[in-house]
């Protein structure tokens, strides 16, 4: 009886050591937020899950927020970044005026900081990048200071706060 208990915690466990090494690389991942360039969507500490998933089913879409490996232009310590997608293949951004602009229209931002405090020229979003900024705007090390990013390094879209527990929602 003993045993057979025993080989059902074992079973278990190898089973559920399985189920996160499948899970982990495929499906959904937890991040930590090392600093405040997303703020106020993402505040220091915050603890998120990433689906790495759902752009093999979907395409990219602006205002997501995403998670990628860092650009060697970034030229920090940090693996990954989260910044928001501002702009697809084809667009042209430009901010000026403390505004950004796409294709030349102004973008409604309700989850900036604060406006931008910088102009940057139009910049045309060549095919397979993308454009991402912090939501801190003027606080935030992004495509405004290194250019386009390589869309093939977003590792996924971000989806929950899941901690602290007085933070906890979806992120928009």
Request: aromatic share 10%; hydrophobic share 45%.
């Amino acid at each position: 009886m003993r045993s057979s208990v025993l080989e059902f915690i074992d079973s278990g466990l190898i089973a559920l050591v399985l189920v996160f090494m499948i899970i982990r690389p495929f499906v959904v991942q937890a991040f930590y937020i090392p600093s405040g360039s997303m703020r106020p969507t993402l505040v220091e500490n915050d603890k998120i899950l990433v689906s790495k998933f759902t752009y093999r089913f979907q395409p990219l879409r602006r205002s997501d927020v995403v998670v990628f490996k860092a650009p060697p232009e970034a030229a920090l310590d940090e693996k990954d970044f989260i910044k928001r997608l501002i702009a697809l293949p084809g667009d042209v951004i430009e901010v000026r005026d403390g505004m950004v602009f796409i294709n030349g229209k102004p973008q409604e931002e309700p989850y900036i900081a604060e406006p931008p405090v910088y102009d940057m020229p139009p910049v045309t979003v060549e095919p397979g990048k993308v454009f991402v900024m912090g939501d801190n705007r003027n606080d935030s090390n992004d495509s405004h200071a290194w250019g386009p990013l390589d869309a093939d390094r977003i590792r996924g879209k971000a989806l929950v706060i899941f901690w602290p527990l007085s933070r906890i929602g979806v992120i928009h």
